[in-house]
């Protein structure tokens, strides 16, 4: 038992890839969201205002998708770090995986997919359970949006990833292609004598800084990476 002030602090940076295994696309992947939708029409703000009804439907249908979706191994394991390690999950995604894993210190940048608020603030959210129509309204009558950050929107969680993220003694990046700022800044903020570890399948390019690399799905390297530092931490 690791009483909870000398655990290690842990930042996780998770982006699409953690959740491929789950069946939710990736964007930048062959066959990627952005292959099959245009940014401008579905995911800014003057898509919204241009066309609410087309960003009204592609956030439903892939809320949809996220509720038939499961948690992988990747998603779990990363639950599991916390009996050791004092674990801060920022992601990029917008499905509540990481929840339903059952992690407890999550900072969403780019939204919730299962939230809705009002176009005039983001200090009230709503849960969702299903679409939001056009007709949709707050209870203080404004209209409904996603609870989603879209492209030409403030980050507004970044001041405190940053923090978090300045603070860490491990960083880990999974399955992000580090492709959209200010998120794909953040791996710049760590101290440069934390440990850092790389999670992807893919041939991503950070060597300006030492991450050991795990290349691979999640669902089999997240597990790998895991178990290398509750290993580590239970011989501390
Ligand atoms: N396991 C781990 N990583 C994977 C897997 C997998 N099974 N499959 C793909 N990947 C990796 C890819 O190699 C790539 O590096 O996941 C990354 C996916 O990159 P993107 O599709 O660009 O997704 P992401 O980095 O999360 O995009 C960031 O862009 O469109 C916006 O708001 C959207 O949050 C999103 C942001």
Redesign the pocket.
Known sequence: MIVEQLKKRIVVLT????S??SGLG????SG?L?ENYDISKV?TINAWHQNPAMVLAFYNARRRQVIAAKPNEGHYALAALEEFYDVTIIT??IDDLHERAGSSKIIHL?GEILKGRGVDTDKFLYPLDGDIELHHKTPNGQRMRPHIVWFGEAVPKMEEAEVMVRGCEILIV???????YP?AGLRYACPNWCEKYL????S?EIDDQQFEYFKG??TVQVPLLVDHLISKAKNS
Request: glycine share 16%; hydrophobic share 40%.
């Open positions: 982006g699409a890839g953690i491929a295994e990736t964007f930048r992947d990627g952005w995911a990029q995604n780019h999974i399955g992000t292609s580090l492709n959209v998120a999670v992807d399948p893919g991503i799905p999640a």
